[in-house]
């Protein structure tokens, strides 16, 4: 595919998962980072995206707005990669699962969490942000189970995008707030995989943010 994929997003949002995947990848991408949130700091980003949500990501004539697919997307644009898991292959459903569970199932908690306990305290809901705090908790004991027995990683025994994934929301439940309920087991493995140079290079890549911060 002609030109670099042009990734909009900003430093430390979801579209860490996008930068850290292309640095794993070998895919060079533009970055343009954007003010947060974008949609009040910059409108004429809806016109791009009327969602104004990040990251987004455009390759010619692809357009996508979901983190761990643009991931998944970036991990395999140039082929096949070990990154991903190819269907035939052992663990192909978890890795599927596993990827779509990151955002859905783990992220979605901390962001309610963020919203009302941190971000817009004045809506005098706090205590319901509280509340899904402790619920992102609680979600956390599918990825500890899997990794219980001893696994390295969460698929194939190998560094995928499902831990791309996944390991950004043990990252952003250490920036805002939400680490005392991580469990030990969790804490090593986001070790392991923050220790990766890709992570590094993308960190680096992105510059400061609080959503990264440790
Ligand atoms: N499911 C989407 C969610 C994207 C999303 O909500 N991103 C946040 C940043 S991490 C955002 O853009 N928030 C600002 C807003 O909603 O205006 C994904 O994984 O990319």
Not at 185 to 195: H, M, P, S
Request: proline share 7%; with cysteine.
């Amino acid at each position: 595919m002609a030109g670099k994929p042009i990734l909009y997003t900003c430093a430390g949002s979801r579209g860490l998962r996008a930068s850290w995947a292309a640095e794993e990848a070998g895919v060079e991408l533009e970055l343009k980072l954007l003010p947060f949130p974008p949609r009040v700091m910059q409108p004429d980003y809806l016109e791009l995206n009327p969602l104004g949500t990040v990251p987004m990501l455009v390759d010619a004539d692809v357009h996508m707005t979901e983190s761990c697919a643009i991931a998944h997307y970036l991990a395999t644009r140039d082929g096949p990669s070990p990154l991903a898991i190819a269907p035939g292959e052992a663990d192909y459903a978890a890795y599927l699962d596993f990827t779509y569970h990151a955002d859905a199932t783990i992220t979605f908690p901390q962001t309610v969490f963020m919203r009302f306990a941190l971000f817009e305290k004045e809506r005098g809901l706090q205590e319901a942000g509280e509340a899904y705090g402790r619920w992102f908790h609680k979600r956390l004991v599918k990825v500890e189970q899997r990794l219980a027995g001893g696994r390295e990683f969460l698929c194939a025994d190998r560094f995928t995008v499902a831990d791309i994934c996944v390991g950004y929301a043990l990252v952003l439940a250490r920036a805002v707030g939400l680490d005392e309920g991580v469990p030990d087991l969790l804490k090593d493995y986001r070790q392991r995989l923050i220790g990766r140079e890709g992570y590094q290079r993308a960190v680096e890549r992105e510059g400061p943010s609080p959503f990264t911060r440790g």
